[in-house]
């Protein structure tokens, strides 16, 4: 299974998703590799990281850009199982690329109008991806929510997406709140499971990839 990781705005937080979705594939499947795509290689900084503080299980990853990075990751995929491909934010060759033949797509977004205006333009960036891969699957997540409920910004974004009614994108039932765990682990080549001080941040993941895994 290809998962990429990507959107056209920057800062939403998809190399956080896609490191600790890395970790929640290999344990529960067994086989990944981390493909960091990005121009700013934070997902391989992160594994260098984790290799350095000797982190286990080790987490392999590797850098692609340019103009092969599509039959990179096709030839990649015959050798592992599972593959994390994290693009930049930004409409990139990398993030077309990757889009074309990936599985299933994670669109993180914050829960703001600029992130919101980006909506449009990447579902008709997947409508012209479906011409070549009909069966990707685009989810945009909410990412970084507020976590007092007196604050409504995510509701707002839910209702914006609903009316919009996009055609090749749905809305990913979980959200991701903003909690300072994923910052502080990070530092450290660490994810939300394995440092094991915020229950509410590992269950939100879990319901994210069961959704994005079982659809």
């Not at 705005?9 to 979705?21: H, P, Q, R």
């Not at 994290?86 to 060759?93: E, I, K, V």
């Not at 914050?110 to 009909?134: G, H, M, R, Y």
């Amino acid at each position: 299974m290809i998962i990429l990781t990507g959107g056209e705005k920057g800062g939403t937080g998809k190399t956080t998703l896609a490191t600790n979705l890395a970790l929640m594939r290999l344990q529960r499947d067994g086989d990944v590799l981390l493909v960091d795509a990005d121009p700013q290689p934070n997902a391989s900084s992160w594994c260098a990281s984790r290799d350095f503080n000797k982190i286990t299980p080790r987490i392999l990853s590797v850098q692609k850009t340019g103009k092969d990075i599509r039959d990179d990751v096709r030839e990649l995929s015959t050798k592992y199982r599972n593959i994390i491909l994290d693009t930049g934010g930004r409409d990139s060759f990398e993030l077309r690329a990757g889009l074309s033949v990936a599985d299933v797509a994670i669109v993180p977004i914050c829960p703001s109008q600029f992130d919101l205006w980006t909506l449009a333009k990447f579902n008709d960036l997947v409508c012209e991806i479906k011409v070549v891969n009909p069966n990707l699957r685009t989810y945009i997540c909410l990412n970084q929510t507020p976590t007092n409920p007196a604050m409504k910004q995510a509701d707002k974004a839910r209702e914006f997406f609903e009316r919009s009614e996009f055609e090749h994108i749905q809305l990913a039932k979980t959200q991701i709140p903003f909690r300072i765990v994923y910052q502080n682990v990070a530092t450290k080549g660490k994810t939300v499971h394995e440092a094991k001080i915020d229950n509410k941040a590992e269950n939100e993941l879990d319901a994210l990839y069961e959704e994005i895994i079982n659809g």
